[in-house]
């Protein structure tokens, strides 16, 4: 008897590896092994063609050097300003879809479609939107209200807005779906007490409603920070060569420039390397301050 168990149990062990070792597999291969090569690769200068050349902290000296780089990381900051405002307009939405009333199902589902959109489909959507020629906005702005639209693309002090406003448009839905689960999951028990003591609509939503939302809130501004960190694929498409005066490249733009356009991918490694560091230290100083703020319930 106690063989054959210990014959299933190699068979269940067996099948479990099986099943595991595909994305244990993927995840050395195409995970930890670019990561490792990256590390090293950050300390060689290579071409990707020729043989890499030992640099030691050439590449990460030049990088401070390079005014480029604090340039991409305060359009990349400055983006981040759209992550507030989205919070807001999202629970406002939120709240204006925690209703029941004929045909809310759809309205939610118009909402979210922007979220599951391809990024370059909506980047190429919004390219002919703000055109600064035949662009939708600016036709409207000037048939309606006589306004002459600026070149939104174009100039550098509209393409870093004009960013903002793409990026609210897209993740408005995402941010109102989280806001919606967290909305009908607060008892309704808390809204009745406060009635009773003669609160308002106003009270009820600064002294309920955010307080207990902070955990979703605090999961919106880590995931936004990380997102725009990380922004690529719009300004690949947006800003040709980082908009002008680079007034549109982010750090992951700049860093694809130097790996893919300059073929110099031992900087890239090593800018790629800074930005992780960056990303890592800005959130764990979220975690840590959250304490003080997050209500757990």
């Keep these: 008897m106690n063989s054959k168990l210990s014959g299933y149990r190699r068979k269940e062990l ?27 690769i950050s300390f060689q200068k290579w071409d990707m063609l020729t043989d890499p050349q030992w640099v030691g902290l050439g590449n990460y000296s030049d990088l401070f050097k390079d005014e480029k780089v604090f340039k991409s990381l305060f359009n990349t900051v400055y983006l981040m300003i759209g992550i507030p405002v989205g919070m807001l307009l999202s629970l406002l939405l939120a709240i204006l879809m925690n209703r029941k009333f004929k045909g809310i199902s759809f309205m939610r589902t118009i909402y979210y479609l922007p979220v599951i959109s391809p990024i370059i489909a909506i980047s190429l959507l919004w390219q002919w939107i703000l055109n600064q020629d035949y662009g939708l906005l600016n036709n409207f702005l000037w048939e309606w209200f006589g306004i002459q639209g600026p070149n939104w693309l174009g100039d550098p002090s509209w393409v870093k807005p004009s960013l903002i406003l793409i990026g609210l448009w897209g993740g408005l839905g995402g941010n109102m779906v989280l806001y ?5 999951s607060v008892s309704s028990t808390y809204y009745e007490a406060a009635e009773i003591d003669g609160a308002g609509a106003w009270h009820k939503f600064a002294k309920i409603t955010v307080p207990l939302l902070t955990p979703i809130h605090f999961f919106v501004i880590v995931m936004g920070i990380i997102g725009a960190f990380q922004t690529f694929s719009q300004i690949y498409v947006l800003a040709t060569d980082g908009g002008p005066e680079y007034s549109g490249a982010t750090i992951v733009f700049y860093i694809f420039q130097h790996a893919f356009k300059y073929f110099n991918m031992g900087y890239a490694s090593a800018a790629a390397w800074v930005l992780g560091v960056i990303i890592f230290v800005v959130t764990l100083l979220q975690f840590k301050l959250s304490k003080k703020w997050v209500y757990q319930e």
């Design 14 to 40: 067996a099948w479990l590896y099986l099943f595991v070792a595909p994305p244990v597999l993927g995840f050395l291969i195409f995970g930890l092994a670019p990561i490792l090569f990256s590390i090293y």
């Design 180 to 184: 919606l689960a967290g909305l009908q």
